[in-house]
T-cell receptor
Framework: DTGVSQDPRHKITKRGQNVTFRCDPI?????LYWYRQTLGQGPEFLTY????????KSRLLSDRFSAERPKGSFSTLEIQRTEQGDSAMYLC???????????????FGQGTRLTVV | AQSVSQHNHHVILSEAASLELGCNYS??????LFWYVQYPGQHLQLLLK??????LVKGIKGFEAEFIKSKFSFNLRKPSVQWSDTAEYFC????????????FGQGTELSVKP
């Protein structure tokens, strides 16, 4: 499967623990996005990368959240000192944007479902 | 701030019925518009997209959507739904100068009765 892959698919953690999620985008896609989706809502933008540079962070991304894309390929999203309100589906998406084609679609992974107990 | 509103949270139809899901957005500039579908247990998949040109766009599985700029709308339609169309449908917008990030509506759950 050459789509966007996320690991793990499910994570249950105790409140106060740290968790880290991984996203592998489609090969050669230069943009990578993180979204969060709670029950009954659409995905909400968290942050995005152009290659290894993090270009935008949402206000939703508190200081307990950090994302990296060190080599411009895979990305990690870490949540420190998890809270019950962090329980959600965390989605990763990627796209290829070029000077010749600035308008492209994003391809989504299956997400990591986080449950904080 | 940009926002996307989907009018219906849950729609229930019988097979062969016609479908129209409403989507309105708020943004004054140039936008790209999308409909994504999420089948049970699966990831978000693109149904169709509008970037420019003909405001009536056709997507996969017989879906189409019409961009009406004056109404800030991008409604999704299908003339005859099937049981396999049961899924959640999300309308999304991105502005041309917003780095490709998507603003999603809250989603519409479609249930099609066989």
């Amino acid at each position: 499967d050459t789509g966007v892959s996320q690991d793990p698919r499910h994570k249950i953690t105790k409140r106060g623990q740290n968790v880290t999620f991984r996203c592998d985008p489609i090969s050669e896609h230069n943009r990578l996005y993180w979204y969060r989706q709670t029950l009954g809502q659409g995905p909400e933008f968290l942050t995005y990368f152009q290659n290894e540079a993090q270009l935008e962070k949402s206000r939703l991304l508190s200081d307990r959240f950090s994302a990296e894309r060190p080599k411009g390929s895979f990305s990690t999203l870490e949540i420190q000192r998890t809270e019950q309100g962090d329980s959600a589906m965390y989605l990763c998406a990627s796209s290829l944007v070029t000077q010749a084609n600035m308008n492209t679609e994003a391809f989504f992974g299956q997400g990591t479902r986080l449950t904080v107990v | 701030a940009q926002s996307v509103s989907q009018h219906n949270h849950h729609v229930i139809l019988s097979e062969a019925a016609s479908l129209e899901l409403g989507c309105n957005y708020s943004y004054g500039g140039t936008v790209n518009l999308f409909w994504y579908v999420q089948y049970p247990g699966q990831h978000l998949q693109l149904l169709l997209k509008y970037f420019s040109g003909d405001p009536l766009v056709k997507g996969i599985k017989g879906f189409e959507a019409e961009f009406i700029k004056s109404k800030f709308s991008f409604n999704l339609r299908k003339p005859s739904v099937q049981w396999s169309d049961t899924a959640e449908y999300f309308c999304a917008v991105n502005a041309n100068n917003q780095g490709g990030k998507l603003i999603f509506g809250q989603g519409t759950e479609l249930s099609v009765k066989p």
